[in-house]
């Protein structure tokens, strides 16, 4: 079936150093978003990347769409104790009509003291 | 504001018990869901509902069934409680096509 790979499963980084997390898709996508989870919280949408190759920033958070759209990424620059939590990618099947999302498996990222 | 509320938050229940969890949405959305997240296995969907009295089965229906009698209501049922249905369990609610999913706070459910 369907599969939308996410990794790292976790990733250790000292405060200031950077993040990246990534997702590949067996499948093209009509598009992907990209959701972030606190400690304890639900997800929260962070973006939606519909065209093929669309960079988007939000302050230090740059997010892309391959060109084939199988793949994104989410690089966080400088990570702050603020950026703690499971990112999770959300990929949707081009010509799906069941209104699903493909879930990646998600990146803990955790911030070394 | 947006909200999808879950009626309960931490949840203890014994082997064989009937379980219910309750979502409620309040932007009159027609699509709902139902998933649950284990460490390391990400968001898994269990059900999800297009419309009211509509459902569909996710990837893990088996041991759950669901109940959508509202449009704003979405209930998840675990017929007869498993230790492996220990888990968060998260309703989202969902306007269509290139529109953001809204999660609710999540039940953390343990069955002993």
């Known amino acids: 079936g369907q599969q939308v790979m996410q990794i790292p499963q976790y990733q250790h980084v000292q405060e200031g150093e950077d993040f990246t997390t990534y997702c590949n898709s067996s499948t093209t996508l009509s598009n992907i978003q990209w959701y972030k989870q606190r400690p304890g919280g639900h997800p929260v949408f962070l973006i939606q990347l519909v065209k093929s190759g669309e960079v988007k920033k939000q302050k230090r958070l740059t997010f892309q769409f391959g060109e084939a759209k199988k793949n994104s990424s989410l690089h966080i620059t400088a990570t702050q104790t603020t950026d703690v939590g499971t990112y999770f990618c959300?990929?949707?099947?081009?010509?799906?009509?069941?209104?699903?999302?493909?879930w990646g498996a998600g990146t803990k990222l955790i911030i070394k003291p | 504001d947006v909200k999808v509320t879950q009626s309960s938050r931490y949840l203890v229940k014994r082997t064989g018990e009937k379980v219910f969890l309750e979502c409620v949405q309040d932007m009159d959305h027609e699509n709902m869901f139902w998933y649950r997240q284990d460490p390391g296995l990400g968001l898994r969907l269990i059900y999800f509902s297009y419309d009211v009295k509509m459902k569909e089965k996710g990837d893990i229906p088996e041991g759950y069934s669901v109940s959508r009698e509202k449009k704003e209501r979405f209930s998840l049922i675990l017929e007869s409680a498993s230790t492996n249905q220990t888990s968060m369990y998260l309703c989202?609610?969902?306007?269509?096509?290139?529109?953001?999913?809204?999660f609710g706070e999540g039940s953390w459910l343990t069955v002993v």
């Open positions: 989202a609610s969902w306007s269509g096509l290139g529109n953001t999913i809204y």
């Open positions: 959300a990929g949707r099947p081009p010509m799906d009509s069941n209104y699903q999302l493909i």
